[in-house]
């Protein structure tokens, strides 16, 4: 048995290698760096689904655009009960309401479903009107204008774009392995999202990146780095941020938002100060861990950036998750439409260890 399936191969797939020892993540056949700051989401949505959908227009962004358009209409349903939940939560809730499919056009309004419902709850939760979505304008610079109710600069919409780019995909994770599981069953795309939304909530997963700004926040100052940190490892809390199932190293995607933060610049949205600050506490978290948890190489992941990035971009940390969801939903599919296309039914099988009944004498 392999406690949490480390190791084991699941699935074949001709969409990601994440490459644990070299640090290194391929999205089919481009490396992350020839993706990230360079490519459009929508075009990284298509390198993603080709071949998985019949007639697949090259440009998805106007099919894109006319599906936040559509499922906006599902906004209507977003009452005070729903507000009080947390973003992600409120977010599945109304993703909930599409209805199930295989085709291009649920898989479209699947992708744009994250992006439209979690800025009309942040809005909602901000008492605010949702903003309706602009079809003609790019994937993230829409999200941002209907977050904030005002077009983005350029500046702010290609930091997203990266973003977006850069969780789109990323090999077997859990959230993506659970849609999978799903799509296995034939239970259908929208099943196999949800699915990978609420696997993507956990704070082991996706939900890591708000409480790594309570630990900014709360660390305050790079002197008090160690100490709190120490402090948070004493009381066997895990550091946010760090370590990875798969990467021994450090994770590529983190210097890929690094690099996205530093060109958004000081001044613009990102704090005087903010980086240099970010990067010590960095510096003495992998030092502690290195000390405290010698056994297990622990490095940077994903989310330590992401967390400075989306905090720049003005999210409230409540809704990273759901941001993340934004652009992984289209490696969800994909996979979903793989595992449909060629997979078996996934069910592995489980070692019993519990008591056997009783023989009769
Ligand atoms: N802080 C402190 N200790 C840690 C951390 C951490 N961030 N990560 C792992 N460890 C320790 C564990 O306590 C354990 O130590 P022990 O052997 O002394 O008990 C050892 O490293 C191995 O931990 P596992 O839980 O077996 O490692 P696993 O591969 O299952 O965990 C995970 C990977 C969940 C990402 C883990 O590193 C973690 O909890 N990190 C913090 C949360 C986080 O940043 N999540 C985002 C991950 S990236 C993503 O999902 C997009």
Not at 6 to 13: F, I, M, P, Q
Request: charged share 25%; net charge negative.
């Amino acid at each position: 048995m392999s406690d949490g399936l480390e190791d084991v191969v699941a699935a074949e797939t001709v969409l990601s290698e994440v490459d644990g020892q070299a640090g290194r993540l391929i999205i089919r056949g481009r490396s992350l760096d020839d993706l990230a700051g360079r490519a459009a989401y929508e075009d990284v949505l298509h390198l993603l689904w080709d071949g998985f959908f019949a007639d697949l227009p090259k440009d998805l962004g106007p099919a894109l655009g006319a599906a936040r358009a559509a499922v906006f209409a599902e906004v209507t349903a977003l009452d005070t009960g729903l507000l009080d939940r947390t973003p992600i939560e409120a977010m599945r809730a109304l993703t909930a309401r599409l209805a199930d499919g295989d085709e291009l056009e649920v898989a479209l309004r699947l992708v744009a479903a994250p992006a439209v419902f979690t800025a009309a709850v942040v809005r909602g939760q901000a008492g605010e009107a949702p903003v309706r979505p602009d079809p003609t304008l790019s994937h993230a610079a829409d999200i941002l204008r209907m977050i904030k109710g005002k077009a983005p600069s350029k500046g702010e919409a290609d930091a997203l774009d990266t973003y977006l780019v850069t969780v789109s995909d990323h090999g077997l994770n859990a959230s993506t392995f659970a849609a999978r599981v799903i799509a296995s069953t034939r239970a259908g795309l929208a099943s196999a999202v949800l699915g990978g939304i609420s696997a993507l909530k956990g704070p082991l997963h996706g939900g890591a990146p708000g409480p790594i700004i309570d630990m900014l926040d709360g660390i305050g100052a790079p002197e008090n780095a160690r100490a709190w940190l120490e402090d948070a490892l004493a009381r066997g809390d895990r550091l946010m941020g760090f370590g990875h199932r798969v990467y021994r190293v450090r994770d590529p995607r983190a210097d890929a938002l690094k690099k996205a933060v530093r060109r958004m610049g000081e001044g613009s949205n990102v704090l005087p100060g903010r980086l240099e600050f970010a990067e010590a506490v960095e510096q003495a978290a992998l030092a502690i861990l290195r000390e405290k948890k010698p056994n297990r190489t622990l490095d940077t992941n994903v989310e330590f950036y992401t967390a400075l990035l989306l905090e720049a971009l003005a999210f409230p940390p409540t809704a990273f998750t759901c941001v993340f969801a934004m652009g992984r939903v289209g490696g969800w599919v994909a996979h979903a439409r793989e595992q449909l296309a060629g997979g078996r039914l996934i069910r592995p099988q489980s070692l019993y260890v519990g008591p056997m009944p009783k023989v009769a004498a």
